[in-house]
């Protein structure tokens, strides 16, 4: 019996065969991976005509609503994405990413999707000039920045903006250590996701930057995040040793004294 999302991509390639504005259908994350389970989403790339993507793009909530039971959907605008409609359905529930481009568009491209369908060839002719190209962390651009992010956190603590402070300690799991983390293990750089799974040594040092809803929680939270960054930060980094020193005394100067 096929699954909610083998029977979604069978519905979008028999929809993108009867579209003349369609040239082609891929599909990227964890089907390039090879990680696809009951919980994944679909990430579909739509490749338009050229002439035919404004067209197309315009159309896209009456595209997706022809798929399936569409509970809702949205424009990915608050990720600098819009040509991204982020599609819910159901049910049974699944999540849906369909994302039009033009087949100039897939030289710039972070993975090869696996192509679902094309026409006449046309993906494999946008995509034989170019390389795809996960972006990498960039070390030297960490630590240009994460002292900085280490006292803007520490501020919060002292005005006493805790949910501030902890917010920012995400950010940092999300943008500094998964992506270190991915990188040592030769995985995506895909934030914290997966981190469990490719870096279960490093578990307990980021569950130690999760923090408690109170001052000294903060404080500890953020020190581990220092300690774990200074585990991981690349040697040859020029390190930003003066701002270093400053922020994590800054910090320390927080700690509560006496009883």
Do not use: N
């Amino acid at each position: 019996m096929p699954t909610p999302i083998e029977t979604f991509v069978d519905r979008l390639v028999a929809a993108a065969r009867g579209d003349e504005r369609i040239a082609g259908v891929t599909l990227g994350g964890s089907a390039v991976t090879g990680q696809t389970d009951e919980f994944s989403d679909v990430d579909a790339v739509i490749v338009c005509a050229e002439d035919r993507h404004g067209e197309l793009l315009a159309d896209a909530q009456a595209f997706a609503s022809a798929l399936g039971p569409l509970l809702t959907a949205f424009t990915g605008d608050h990720v600098g994405e819009p040509r991204l409609l982020i599609c819910l359905y159901g049910p049974p529930l699944l999540h849906v990413d369909l994302k039009f481009v033009t087949p100039a568009d897939l030289a710039d491209r972070v993975e090869d999707g696996i192509v679902a369908w094309e026409r006449a060839g046309a993906v494999g002719l946008a995509t034989r000039d170019s390389e795809a190209a996960w972006p990498a962390p960039d070390p030297q651009w960490i630590e240009d920045r994460f002292w900085t992010w280490v006292h803007y956190a520490a501020t919060k603590i002292g005005r006493g903006e805790l949910f501030e402070c902890l917010d920012m300690l995400a950010f940092l799991r999300g943008t500094v250590f998964g992506p270190l983390l991915a990188d040592r293990a030769g995985q995506r750089p895909q934030g914290i996701r997966r981190v469990e799974r490719y870096a279960p040594e490093a578990v307990p040092e980021l569950a130690a930057t999760l923090g408690a809803h109170d001052t000294r929680g903060c404080i500890d939270a953020v020190l581990a995040a220092v300690a774990l960054y200074r585990r991981l930060r690349d040697p040859a980094v020029q390190r930003r040793a003066g701002a270093e020193a400053a922020s994590v005394a800054y910090v320390e100067a927080l700690i509560p004294t006496g009883p």
